[in-house]
């Protein structure tokens, strides 16, 4: 940028020199402003919900946009919460489905990679072909047959039934990221290995640690629509000892439409303990997608 | 010498660690992911009498789309897709765009604006849903104390309540939530380009307005190409927000109903209606066509038409 400014600069007399630095600075100014708009939008509405899940009944309406007083404080929709829900279990089940299929996905998913990037035989790219239609082809639209699948396993009301969606979802894009990785690991690294008498499963264990970075832009890219999916719970999976926290959540807050504190209070345990999990990894997270995204 | 060897090594082993490699991975993507879908598409050309399936060719897709038992849920749940992708297309991608290109010119600074902008997107739309339509409640009468103080009083209505504007809202709820990703492939995209070609023009005397439409834009061309196709993709499949808002059913008399909740009424069942497997994947199949015929375009059109630079 420096380099680019000079010549208008130098040129330029001392008066248009402040005009220029000044719009500058008003540039920066609505730069600024928008971006703190769009933030604010982003955070507000569920800062309202939060904040006033603390509150009594009358608080909420009366005060919408008030901290909590200690004459507002209440826990009521908490405690409603607690003894007509399960949290802990919705909690449970949505973290048993999306770690499963996650480790599933990354594992069978590098094995793949590794396979169609490393070795020559017949099929090959049609085997890959295969796999990158399935990145466009939603596999919800083929729910009906999966239902009946499932049925005739015995598979429905199970987490192996949606561990096994989820997998076959996620399986697309992990192999369409990591293929591109392994093809890029020195073919020497693994010729020397080989010589030295190491198996191809050997070899396979070897590569995976290099490429860590997009085993972690694939977590990032497959763990959040897992862990939000409400039609496979719906479908496959809509009992009770069986409910994830977005199913959980849709129930809960579907029969208790009407009570604000409760409504309030599993709208805040379904969302925070998440944006926790995320302001504690966006880092990690934004950067796997981002260099995901370059690929 | 041992570059033979090895050679020789691998063509002995050929066949069955590569087996053992891709056989987990495929089995189970054939078996809960390609199988279902083909099965799909072929359950849509059945019909089921008493019990038995019977192969009726595309009568259950004539009955769709000229039944008046069928067609008038067919047409508006497809007309409710397109619409909700085109507000989805027209109003997260062009705002994600400005965000983007702001973002990419602030450098490192900008961490902050990224993770709270991205932040509605780890959310469920399910949780999305039920928190704006709390927001927007006339009981509770939020956007009635926004709206007053700046004279806009009459715009606070029910607005998922009423036919006209339910969809439309429901389209905003998912752009709210959903907004990150587009601002974050952008961004990737933008921060890629380097910094020699925009400083170039710079020196040439371009502005700042000149780089971006002229340079940056063409150059992350294909990301928005990208970006279109997911667009279209997903929303066109809207069906979480609608569930989470209005059931099933898709109200106010169906005016929010897509593709997506007509196909789970009609194959799973909804209150009084009967679960119909076959016409369910009728209706499968059909956004099943659609969506091809938008990632064929996509594929044939914007992408043969775009230049893809190498930087």
Redesign the interface.
């Given at each position: 940028m420096d380099r680019a400014v000079p010549i208008t600069k130098m040129t330029a007399s001392t008066g248009t020199r402040k005009s220029y630095a000044r719009t500058r600075y008003i540039n920066g100014l609505i730069k600024h402003a928008i971006l703190i708009f769009f933030c604010l939008l982003a955070i507000v509405p569920t800062a309202i919900i939060v904040v006033n899940s603390f509150k009594t009944r009358d608080a909420i309406f009366s005060e919408p946009y008030r901290l909590p007083t200690q004459e507002t404080f209440s826990m009521q929709g908490y405690e409603t919460v607690q003894e007509r829900s399960d949290f802990v279990v919705y909690y449970r089940n949505s973290a048993i489905v999306t770690l499963t299929s996650l480790f599933l996905i990354l594992l069978f998913g590098a094995m793949i990679s590794f396979a169609l990037a490393e070795y020559r035989f017949a099929g090959n790219s049609l085997i890959l072909l295969i796999l990158l239609a399935g990145i466009i082809v939603p596999i919800r639209l083929g729910s009906v047959s999966i239902l009946r699948i499932m049925v005739s396993l015995q598979l429905v009301n199970t987490l192996v039934a949606l561990i096994l969606v989820y997998t076959a979802q996620g399986l697309p894009l992990a192999v369409f990221v990591l293929t591109q990785f392994f093809r890029q690991v020195p073919r020497d690294l693994k010729d020397s290995a080989r010589i030295d008498g190491a198996s191809e499963y050997r070899v396979f264990w070897l590569v995976v640690p290099l490429v860590t970075p997009a085993i972690a832009t694939v977590a990032a890219l497959t763990i959040i629509p897992i862990w939000n999916d409400i039609w496979f719970p719906l479908i496959l999976a809509p009992g009770e000892a069986t409910r994830t926290v977005t199913m959980g959540a849709q129930q809960f807050l579907g029969q208790f439409a009407n009570d604000w504190n409760a409504v309030l209070a599993a709208l805040t345990m379904s969302a925070v303990p998440i944006l926790i999990l995320y302001f504690v990894f966006s880092r990690q997270l934004l950067r796997g997608l981002t260099s995901g995204a370059l690929k | 010498m041992?570059?033979s060897?090895?050679r020789q090594?691998?063509r002995k082993?050929?066949?069955f660690?590569?087996l053992?490699?891709?056989a987990?991975?495929?089995l189970?993507?054939f078996?809960?992911?390609?199988?279902?879908?083909l099965?799909?598409l072929r359950?849509g050309l059945f019909a089921t009498d008493g019990g038995v399936e019977q192969f009726v060719g595309l009568d259950n897709f004539v009955r769709l789309t000229s039944d008046p038992d069928w067609a008038p849920r067919f047409w508006s749940a497809l007309g409710h897709s397109l619409v909700f992708f085109l507000i989805n297309m027209l109003v997260q991608n062009p705002?994600a765009l400005?965000?983007a290109a702001?973002?990419a010119?602030?450098g490192r600074s900008?961490?902050?604006?990224?993770?709270?902008?991205?932040?509605?997107?780890?959310?469920?739309?399910?949780?999305t849903a039920?928190?704006?339509s709390?927001?927007l409640s006339p009981l509770?009468g939020?956007p009635k104390?926004i709206l007053t103080p700046i004279g806009l009083a009459a715009f606070a209505r029910p607005w998922l309540g009423l036919e006209s504007t339910a969809l439309p809202t429901l389209a905003l709820m998912s752009i709210?939530q959903f907004i990150?990703v587009p601002v974050?492939?952008y961004?990737?995209?933008l921060?890629?380009i380097p910094n020699d070609f925009?400083?170039a023009a710079?020196?040439d005397g371009a502005t700042?307005w000149d780089v971006f439409w002229r340079i940056k834009l063409p150059l992350i061309l294909p990301?928005v190409g990208i970006v279109a196709?997911m667009t279209f993709?997903f929303n066109f499949?809207a069906?979480?927000v609608v569930?989470?808002v209005k059931?099933a059913l898709a109200g106010p008399n169906f005016a929010s109903d897509t593709m997506?909740t007509f196909?789970?009424r009609t194959?799973?069942g909804y209150e009084l209606q009967q679960p119909n497997?076959t016409m369910?994947?009728a209706i499968?199949?059909t956004?099943?066509a659609i969506?091809m015929v938008g990632?064929l375009f996509y594929i044939f059109v914007w992408q043969r038409r775009t230049q893809t630079y190498e930087m």
């Open positions: - | 041992a570059q060897q090895v090594l691998r082993s050929f066949p660690h590569i053992v490699f891709l987990p991975g495929l189970i993507y078996v809960f992911m390609c199988i279902p879908l099965d799909s359950l705002i400005l965000l702001l973002l010119s602030m900008g961490a902050v604006y990224r993770t709270l902008i991205f932040a509605p997107t780890v959310l469920s739309l399910v949780i039920f928190l704006w709390l927001l509770w939020l104390t709210w990150g974050i492939l961004y990737a995209a921060i890629a925009v400083e710079y020196v700042g990301v196709l993709i499949n069906f979480d569930y989470a059931g997506m196909f789970y194959f799973f497997p369910g994947a499968a199949g956004s099943f969506l990632a």
